[in-house]
């Protein structure tokens, strides 16, 4: 019989993936319904009727911080080993720089969101010590809102570009697919039960080259030597405002085609920081095939210029 799983997250981009792979799976029967992440009572529930949760939560710290309760506290109740595949992120290395392996120390040291990142996936560990962890780094897709969607649009709007010492910190990029990928294997490696994976591809590129090979693929040329001056305008004086009016028209549901998002701290400071992922467990126990960056450019563009 094939192993059952559950699915427990928000339904975005990346639970979406992991969906589709799950449920195209040869060894693996998904479960039909995914489980909001912080309903400790209906997760209780239908752990019996599974083998298997993939834990895959985004958002606010709060909310990971209650996702990570609530299922610890329904693995703690239930009276069958469940195996559980926990997505993290390369936050939780905090303000590590040169290459970090999954051996490093955890670092709350970029805030709130970290210290929620590393409180969950302490929590969900102590009840589920045979947990697989994946730690991803920066996500990459046709569908991914931040690192993608929001990227071609400051791309054309020529507010990012060539980022100059602002942006020679290493990129760290995993595309969805892959991490889709790393889930199924997850699943159906034993070998994988209580090891944490970096989730990068091997040789990412800098920043300045991610987003120059990105203004490539989409036509957003010339690409723009941004200053120092620039990205302190924009982190100081638009972020702000430009941060309440996407709230405001995301809520609304009036977001246009030209609305301009803001660049957050949190995307500047990634600019920067010199931190390389090693990802070669990843590579040898999983058997990650990782994706070919230009290609998966081309493909994103093809999505974003339908005309091409």
């Not at 010590?129 to 649009?153: F, K, M, N, S």
């Amino acid at each position: 019989m094939k192993p059952r799983v559950l699915l427990v997250g928000d339904v975005d981009y990346m639970s979406k993936a992991i969906r589709r792979r799950l449920a195209e799976s040869e060894e693996l029967q998904l479960l039909d319904e995914m489980l909001p992440p912080d309903d400790a009572a209906r997760i209780a529930e239908s752990l019996p009727r599974c083998d298997a949760v993939v834990n895959v939560v985004n958002g606010a710290a709060k909310a990971i911080r209650r996702n990570g309760v609530a299922l610890a506290t329904a693995l703690n109740a239930c009276a069958q080993p469940i195996r559980l595949i926990h997505l993290s992120s390369m936050t939780v290395y905090g303000l590590a720089e040169g290459v970090v392996s999954e051996d490093a120390q955890l670092d709350d040291g970029l805030g709130a969101y970290a210290a929620a990142r590393i409180a969950a996936e302490q929590v969900l560990c102590q009840a589920a010590p045979q947990a697989t962890v994946l730690r991803l780094g920066v996500e990459y897709g046709p569908d991914c809102p931040a690192w993608t969607l929001r990227i071609a649009h400051l791309l054309r709007q020529r507010r990012l570009g060539d980022l100059g010492a602002a942006g020679d910190g290493c990129c760290n990029l995993v595309h969805v697919e892959d991490v889709a990928f790393a889930v199924e294997r997850a699943l159906i490696t034993s070998v994988a039960a209580g090891q944490a994976f970096n989730l990068a591809m091997p040789n990412s590129p800098s920043w300045n080259e991610y987003l120059t090979r990105f203004a490539l693929a989409i036509r957003a040329v010339p690409v723009r030597r941004i200053s120092p001056t620039r990205l302190v305008i924009e982190k100081k004086l638009l972020a702000p405002p430009l941060k309440i009016l996407e709230i405001l028209s995301q809520r609304l549901g009036v977001a246009s085609p030209g609305f301009a998002p803001p660049i957050p701290s949190s995307m500047t400071r990634a600019f920067a920081q010199d931190i390389r992922l090693d990802s070669h467990r990843a590579s040898e126990v999983l058997g990650i095939a990782w994706r070919n960056l230009d290609i998966e450019l081309r493909r994103i563009a093809l999505q974003l210029l339908p005309d091409t």
